[in-house]
């Protein structure tokens, strides 16, 4: 199958072209593999992130219902609401954020630093959700807010975060992988981080159409491997339900790891620490603590317990979700500088 299915769904232009892909020396030397990094952090819009990818596809339906305003739901530093109102403001639409208590315990400037900070600044409009872990009742709630604008004379659009929708942003990362394949073919593994899923199946989606071999890891940042294999079984089913092709992917080709998910969904642990300290210091590149660090301690541990062999070539998908570093200002800050003898 070729990817030429993807032109059959309006997409709205919101990458400007092809991000870099490039090796990391220094990693590549200290862990014995060949190491490249697809920098999706910086696809165009507002620090970038993988969210602009999945994004073209929902404001390109967007724009083809005739919507004036989106909704979108998220995490209190959601990197997609974020990008959301990125894209609204370009493409001159208004932004309605719903933010969920998804991180309980956190403090003030985890509620308003960093994608929070830039929401705001963006003119986006914030609703509150109290509960973190109900997507159908999140989902739902941005509906009713829809029923009121258009009753009101708006046109919303809905972009929804529940597994009972047809899985659009995964389109985004169907091209993604074709782009990788024009830029540095036959990568012997793919590293990726896997939240609701939509990332990692377009990915793998899009490296099997093409008739790649290559094995595309996610690293879970949400929820155990179990129930992230059981998310990606559906987000997969709904995905071939949505190209109208059947057997694309198998259930072996889905493949979780989910050992940097401690303590928990936007919750430092060791690994996730550990990762972002060692890409900072050798490549000079940052890393998020909520979905990038566990995915490059995915990259980490795999070379670690063998699953990835030495001389192995490795790409390592860097998704974005950089503003949020400040949101974990007390979590990350080690007071160096503060504590520095004159
Ligand atoms: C949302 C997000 C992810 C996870 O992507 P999914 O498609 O939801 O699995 C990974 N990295 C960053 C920075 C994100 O914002």
């Not at 997409?11 to 990391?24: I, K, Q, V």
């Not at 929401?119 to 829809?146: C, K, N, S, T, V």
């Not at 046109?155 to 830029?183: K, S, T």
């Not at 990726?192 to 159409?209: E, F, I, Y």
Request: one cysteine or more.
């Amino acid at each position: 199958m070729t990817l030429e299915v993807l032109d059959r769904f309006p997409r709205a232009a919101l990458m400007t072209g092809p991000t870099p892909l490039e090796r990391l020396d220094r990693l590549s030397e200290k862990l014995g593999i060949d190491l490249w990094i697809k920098r999706d952090d910086l696809s165009t819009l507002s620090f970038g992130g993988n969210k602009n990818r999945q994004l073209e596809y929902y404001f390109g339906a967007a724009q083809a219902a005739g919507a004036d305003t989106v909704l979108i739901t998220g995490a209190v530093q959601s990197n997609y609401a974020r990008i959301a109102a990125a894209a609204a403001a370009r493409l001159g639409l208004k932004a309605i954020l719903q933010l969920e208590d998804r991180v309980p315990g956190m403090g003030e400037t985890y509620a308003t630093s960093g994608n929070v900070l830039l929401g705001e600044i963006l003119d986006a409009e914030f609703m509150r959700y109290p509960e973190g872990e109900d997507e159908a009742g999140a989902d739902r709630a941005l509906r009713a807010r829809a029923e009121d604008l258009r009753r009101a004379g708006r046109v919303p659009f809905v972009i929804p975060l529940g597994l009972a929708n047809p899985p659009l942003g995964a389109l985004g990362y169907m091209r993604a992988a074709e782009e990788i394949q024009r830029q540095a073919p036959d990568f012997d593994a793919m590293v990726v981080a896997s939240g609701s899923g939509l990332t990692h199946a377009g990915l793998l989606a899009g490296v099997k159409a093409l008739g790649l071999p290559t094995p595309v890891f996610g690293s879970c940042v949400r929820r155990p491997a179990a129930d992230q294999t059981a998310r990606l079984t559906e987000v997969c089913a709904r995905l071939e339900t949505l190209l109208e092709i059947e057997g694309l992917i198998q259930p072996e080709d889905i493949r979780v790891w989910d050992k940097a998910l401690t303590p928990g969904y936007g919750r430092i642990g060791e690994p996730a620490r550990t990762a972002l300290t060692t890409m900072a210091r050798h490549e000079g590149l940052f890393l998020d603590p909520v979905y990038t660090a566990k995915s490059f301690a995915a990259v980490l541990g795999l070379v670690e317990e063998g699953t990835v062999a030495p001389g192995t070539r490795v790409l390592f998908v860097h998704t974005g979700g950089l503003p949020a570093i400040f949101a974990y200002q007390e979590e990350l800050a080690t007071g160096a500088a503060v504590k520095a003898e004159p």
